[in-house]
């Protein structure tokens, strides 16, 4: 009865059309200025239903997610995973989230106070913000920047100061330890996230990522195929940015206990676990809008709605990381960092090379999209497969002699621990 | 610019950018004073905003904010056994006095110079505009610039490269 | 009341002193480099806020000027940090005041 009296009014109308959110909130918009609210009024309600929707929506996620990666890593390893709460352990996740918060925030004795309760912010925001740049569907969007693609980058970088903040001011040595093996291994796949961006924009000629979707779904095809080689290298630097498995080593737990967030207990802990789920949700979302095609799906996008294709997209992409955590071993930081200079980023360089020579062909010769984009996409992934057995049969077995070992840096920095004389120094 | 978000949005940000670089000045706590330059150059970051400058914006949140502070931060970590603390030399109250002098010649030209506004409004886009210009009327200059950065990043390396690693190739 | 070319460039100033006074009194080698960059930061504001409101053929140019301004200011972060590790290896202090190997 109500339901019906409110789908005859104006509000509900809009609202009950599941396959395009943005205009239904644009329909409200529209609604709040006619009634004569100041111009104000609609740019900051639109912010807030921005906002709110995407922190629900990303706790929604988060928490069927927890139950899922524990229940399938569960199986992968041969276990049985949370099975006591609720139906096979589908109110685990609800009742972690309760401990977490009824837990006490424990607060060191010798720890930088200020600093300490920072950084749980400071790791927040930046895996919040991302969203705010990508496109969940056509117009679905809370700020089309135009130099998107940079401000993902920028927002990642603010990462490093927030872990180096709960690192260090933690006064704990396996925090800070942890702290800097994530600032360095952050810094070095930042520059392969952009070099690997660098391909897409090169292609699409932009950098606001609706255009990036556009670009895709008016070509009809998806980046991946063009670009499969940084397509991985964007999703192993991720992968590195959100410490999964098996980069985990910030946080490898047979070594240095929980790295950065060692002292952390209670909610502020449960800020860096919120964080690195929604640092994760971010990554994947990224991928999906440049090299999968957000929302479009070879004219599916008319039958589906738009959003629905991202979420199905971007949880596909996530349960990659999943996989990885469930089968992959943990790396060692020498090996990592040695990936990232001498693997990733002199082949990341190269495609960028290629790539520009692509285009300025493509573009040159007025050669039609038909024929020049298979031809792009054929030489890409054969140069992908060349690069990576060649250059890693070069590096890699049959020349021990040429592996690192000892990771220098993260020695030097290991030994300094609070205006204490180094040992050896 | 006269609308009440972008005054208030000015505000916000310079009394962020000028109170926090005080603060570098005045914290004793080393850590703390990078952690207070970077809220200081996230306030420049958007002042720039304020100024329809986007790209640069970006620019800024991502070299200074992400890359250089994590380089002092660096340094400060490569130099255990220096002071953490952010004293003063002897030379403190001469170079307050100068500091103070300096600034209030820079502001008071700043005020009375008669400068000739223009009345274009932000720009709309600056990003592919900035490129162009880059790729065409200051190509040389870039060029030079990507020289530097080859240059200091082979310097830095050579001057700090340890003895321990030339022992072992 | 409205927020003009004048706001910018004082806060530039300000910014300015602040860095000034930061890379000539600060003992510790860190606290001067933090200094220059509050200083690089002063003009490029001051770039920027010139590029916005003032009349110019080429607007954009103060846009330019500021990139290449952060590029130069990245290659002297690297360097002088590097010259700061340096420093302390050889002296254990980075300390400004006791760095006087050229006093005679």
Same mark, same amino acid.
């Given at each position: 009865?109500?339901?019906?009296?409110?789908?005859?009014?104006?509000?509900?109308?809009?609202?009950?059309?599941?396959?395009?959110?943005?205009?239904?909130?644009?329909?409200?918009?529209?609604?709040?200025?006619?009634?004569?609210?100041?111009?104000?009024?609609?740019?900051?309600?639109?912010?807030?239903?921005?906002?709110?929707?995407?922190?629900?929506?990303?706790?929604?996620?988060?928490?069927?997610?927890?139950?899922?990666?524990?229940?399938?890593?569960?199986?992968?390893?041969?276990?049985?995973?949370?099975?006591?709460?609720?139906?096979?352990?589908?109110?685990?996740?609800?009742?972690?989230?309760?401990?977490?918060?009824?837990?006490?925030?424990?607060?060191?004795?010798?720890?930088?106070?200020?600093?300490?309760?920072?950084?749980?912010?400071?790791?927040?925001?930046?895996?919040?913000?991302?969203?705010?740049?990508?496109?969940?569907?056509?117009?679905?969007?809370?700020?089309?920047?135009?130099?998107?693609?940079?401000?993902?980058?920028?927002?990642?970088?603010?990462?490093?100061?927030?872990?180096?903040?709960?690192?260090?001011?933690?006064?704990?040595?396996?925090?800070?330890?942890?702290?800097?093996?994530?600032?360095?291994?952050?810094?070095?796949?930042?520059?392969?996230?952009?070099?690997?961006?660098?391909?897409?924009?090169?292609?699409?000629?932009?950098?606001?990522?609706?255009?990036?979707?556009?670009?895709?779904?008016?070509?009809?095809?998806?980046?991946?195929?063009?670009?499969?080689?940084?397509?991985?290298?964007?999703?192993?630097?991720?992968?590195?940015?959100?410490?999964?498995?098996?980069?985990?080593?910030?946080?490898?737990?047979?070594?240095?206990?929980?790295?950065?967030?060692?002292?952390?207990?209670?909610?502020?802990?449960?800020?860096?676990?919120?964080?690195?789920?929604?640092?994760?949700?971010?990554?994947?979302?990224?991928?999906?809008?440049?090299?999968?095609?957000?929302?479009?799906?070879?004219?599916?996008?008319?039958?589906?709605?738009?959003?629905?294709?991202?979420?199905?997209?971007?949880?596909?992409?996530?349960?990659?990381?999943?996989?990885?955590?469930?089968?992959?071993?943990?790396?060692?930081?020498?090996?990592?960092?040695?990936?990232?200079?001498?693997?990733?980023?002199?082949?990341?360089?190269?495609?960028?090379?290629?790539?520009?020579?692509?285009?300025?062909?493509?573009?040159?010769?007025?050669?039609?999209?038909?024929?020049?984009?298979?031809?792009?996409?054929?030489?890409?992934?054969?140069?992908?497969?060349?690069?990576?057995?060649?250059?890693?049969?070069?590096?890699?077995?049959?020349?021990?002699?040429?592996?690192?070992?000892?990771?220098?840096?993260?020695?030097?920095?290991?030994?300094?621990?609070?205006?204490?004389?180094?040992?050896?120094? | 610019?006269?609308?009440?978000?972008?005054?208030?949005?000015?505000?916000?940000?310079?009394?962020?950018?000028?109170? !926090? &670089?005080?603060? $570098?000045? #005045?914290?004793?706590? @080393? /850590?703390? +004073?990078?952690?207070?330059?970077? =809220?200081?150059?996230?306030?420049?970051?958007?002042?720039?905003?304020?100024? !329809? &400058?986007?790209? $640069?914006? #970006?620019?800024?949140? @991502? /070299?200074? +904010?992400?890359?250089?502070?994590? =380089?002092?931060?660096?340094?400060?970590?490569?130099?255990?056994?220096?002071?953490?603390?952010?004293?003063?030399?002897?030379?403190?109250?001469?170079?307050?006095?100068?500091?103070?002098?300096?600034?209030?010649?820079?502001?008071?030209?700043?005020?009375?110079?008669?400068?000739?506004?223009?009345?274009?409004?932000?720009?709309?886009?600056?990003?592919?505009?900035?490129?162009?210009?880059?790729?065409?009327?200051?190509?040389?200059?870039?060029?030079?610039?990507?020289?530097?950065?080859?240059?200091?990043?082979?310097?830095?390396?050579?001057?700090?490269?340890?003895?321990?690693?030339?022992?072992?190739? | 009341?409205?927020?003009?070319?004048?706001?910018?460039?004082?806060?530039?100033?300000?910014?300015?002193?602040?860095?000034?006074?930061?890379?000539?009194?600060?003992?510790?080698?860190?606290?001067?480099?933090?200094?220059?960059?509050?200083?690089?930061?002063?003009?490029?504001?001051?770039?920027?806020?010139?590029?916005?409101?003032?009349?110019?053929?080429?607007?954009?140019?103060?846009?330019?000027?500021?990139?290449?301004?952060?590029?130069?200011?990245?290659?002297?972060?690297?360097?002088?940090?590097?010259?700061?590790?340096?420093?302390?290896?050889?002296?254990?202090?980075?300390?400004?005041?006791?760095?006087?190997?050229?006093?005679?």
């Amino acid at each position: 009865m109500l339901l019906e009296r409110l789908r005859g009014g104006p509000l509900l109308a809009e609202w009950w059309d599941l396959r395009d959110i943005g205009n239904a909130v644009g329909g409200f918009l529209q609604r709040i200025e006619e009634w004569g609210a100041p111009d104000w009024v609609p740019y900051v309600v639109s912010g807030l239903i921005g906002i709110l929707g995407i922190l629900l929506w990303l706790l929604a996620s988060q928490i069927v997610f927890i139950w899922i990666e524990r229940r399938a890593i569960a199986l992968m390893q041969n276990r049985l995973g949370p099975n006591r709460v609720g139906p096979m352990g589908l109110l685990q996740p609800i009742a972690d989230s309760l401990k977490l918060f009824l837990k006490e925030a424990i607060t060191t004795r010798d720890s930088d106070r200020l600093l300490f309760w920072v950084a749980p912010v400071a790791i927040f925001t930046p895996a919040m913000v991302v969203f705010a740049v990508v496109p969940f569907s056509e117009g679905m969007v809370l700020a089309d920047l135009n130099v998107g693609v940079l401000f993902l980058i920028a927002v990642a970088a603010l990462n490093t100061m927030a872990v180096f903040m709960a690192g260090w001011s933690s006064n704990n040595k396996y925090a800070l330890l942890g702290a800097m093996r994530t600032v360095a291994m952050l810094i070095s796949y930042e520059l392969i996230q952009v070099l690997a961006l660098l391909g897409v924009v090169l292609f699409a000629g932009s950098m606001r990522l609706s255009d990036v979707v556009g670009w895709q779904s008016g070509f009809n095809t998806w980046l991946i195929f063009l670009q499969p080689l940084p397509a991985l290298a964007y999703l192993i630097a991720g992968a590195v940015e959100i410490n999964r498995s098996p980069m985990d080593i910030a946080e490898a737990e047979s070594e240095i206990v929980a790295g950065y967030h060692t002292e952390y207990s209670g909610i502020k802990f449960g800020f860096f676990y919120a964080a690195e789920y929604f640092a994760g949700f971010a990554i994947s979302a990224v991928a999906v809008s440049l090299y999968l095609g957000g929302w479009t799906a070879w004219g599916l996008e008319q039958w589906v709605p738009g959003w629905l294709l991202f979420l199905a997209k971007l949880y596909l992409v996530f349960s990659i990381f999943i996989w990885t955590r469930g089968t992959l071993p943990r790396l060692r930081i020498d090996q990592l960092m040695a990936f990232a200079w001498k693997f990733l980023l002199p082949m990341s360089l190269l495609n960028v090379v290629v790539v520009g020579g692509e285009v300025l062909i493509w573009r040159e010769m007025d050669l039609s999209a038909g024929v020049a984009l298979p031809v792009i996409g054929a030489v890409n992934a054969a140069m992908a497969v060349a690069l990576v057995v060649g250059w890693g049969r070069m590096l890699g077995h049959g020349r021990p002699e040429r592996r690192a070992q000892r990771a220098l840096l993260t020695t030097e920095v290991g030994a300094n621990f609070y205006g204490k004389a180094a040992p050896g120094a | 610019m006269d609308d009440a978000g972008a005054i208030a949005a000015f505000w916000i940000l310079a009394s962020l950018t000028v109170g !926090s &670089a005080l603060m $570098v000045v #005045v914290v004793r706590n @080393l /850590i703390h +004073a990078v952690v207070l330059l970077i =809220l200081s150059f996230l306030g420049v970051a958007g002042l720039y905003v304020t100024l !329809s &400058a986007d790209f $640069v914006a #970006v620019a800024q949140v @991502l /070299i200074y +904010a992400g890359a250089i502070s994590v =380089l002092i931060l660096f340094a400060i970590m490569l130099t255990p056994q220096a002071g953490r603390d952010n004293a003063e030399t002897l030379l403190r109250l001469p170079m307050l006095l100068l500091a103070v002098v300096v600034g209030f010649t820079i502001g008071l030209v700043s005020l009375e110079t008669d400068w000739s506004i223009a009345d274009r409004g932000g720009f709309e886009e600056t990003a592919s505009a900035i490129g162009e210009a880059l790729l065409s009327k200051y190509v040389l200059p870039f060029e030079m610039a990507s020289v530097l950065l080859l240059v200091s990043m082979i310097g830095a390396i050579v001057l700090v490269r340890s003895e321990g690693f030339s022992e072992e190739e | 009341m409205s927020v003009g070319l004048e706001h910018y460039l004082v806060v530039g100033a300000v910014l300015f002193a602040t860095g000034l006074y930061l890379t000539l009194a600060k003992r510790n080698f860190v606290g001067v480099l933090m200094g220059i960059e509050l200083m690089f930061n002063a003009a490029n504001l001051t770039f920027v806020s010139f590029s916005r409101f003032v009349e110019s053929a080429a607007p954009l140019s103060g846009h330019v000027f500021v990139v290449f301004v952060i590029t130069v200011a990245a290659a002297e972060a690297a360097i002088a940090l590097a010259l700061a590790v340096l420093v302390y290896r050889t002296h254990g202090t980075i300390d400004v005041d006791r760095i006087n190997l050229l006093k005679w």
